[in-house]
């Protein structure tokens, strides 16, 4: 209990009693709660992480209590908001450190990109936030930090280009950049895909 704190609030839930229940994962926390925390600290403390990942965030007085009972308030909520943020912009600065735009159209694709990302958010942070806080943005930046064997990075990390089109749509401005295919299609998040053949190179180049 210590530990968990019951599990998620929603895995509590049961008939008759409302919420008032261990959590639905109760065994499997009881399994995996000591694997973890018969982890050394000195071993947790020595994994890497990149470069520029913030050290840590915190939680206003009280919000981890409104937290675990529930929904919690506005405050708290924004304050994970934020933290989600940092981490996932601190993820894809480190996707795009080191490209140089000199190695092919999809490193250029990348390289320009992160560039156009850049430029928008000193100039429209709001669209840029928008567009990177898009589900699965901060799984695809870990997954191109971390790569598995036989995995395309240079394709990977060319879905620069395509935030920076979903997020130039979203600031109404107009530019060209060239978009990476994968599987025959062009795909900008929150926006949508754009068909274009399994024939295409792999890249294409489009005005948004």
């Not at 049961?14 to 919420?19: A, D, E, H, Q």
């Not at 928008?120 to 840029?128: G, K, T």
């Not at 990390?157 to 997020?167: T, V």
């Not at 949508?192 to 948004?208: D, E, H, I, K, N």
Request: charged fraction near 20%.
């Amino acid at each position: 209990m210590r530990a968990c704190g019951g599990g998620l609030y929603a895995h509590r839930y049961k008939s008759g009693n409302g919420f008032d229940n261990p959590s639905v994962y109760c065994a499997d926390l009881k399994v995996l709660i000591p694997m973890i925390t018969a982890v050394p600290m000195t071993a947790t403390a020595s994994l890497e992480r990149p470069s520029g990942l913030p050290a840590g965030h915190s939680l206003p007085a009280g919000a981890f209590d409104l937290l675990a009972a529930g929904a919690g308030d506005p405050t708290a909520m924004a304050s994970l908001a934020d933290a989600r943020w940092s981490v996932t912009r601190a993820l894809v600065a480190a996707v795009a450190a080191g490209l140089d735009g000199k190695r092919g159209d999809l490193q250029r694709a990348a390289a320009d990109g992160w560039r156009l990302l850049s430029e928008l958010d000193v100039e429209r942070p709001e669209a840029v936030r928008e567009v990177l806080t898009y589900p699965y943005v901060q799984a695809w930046a870990a997954r191109c930090l971390a790569p598995a064997q036989g995995a395309d990075l240079d394709l990977d990390r060319a879905h620069l280009a395509r935030l920076a089109a979903a997020a130039a749509l979203r600031a109404g401005i107009e530019t060209e950049l060239v978009l990476p295919v994968r599987e025959g299609s062009i795909y900008l998040p929150a926006v949508g895909a754009l068909v274009v053949g399994t024939g295409c190179w792999p890249s294409f180049a489009m005005s948004v």
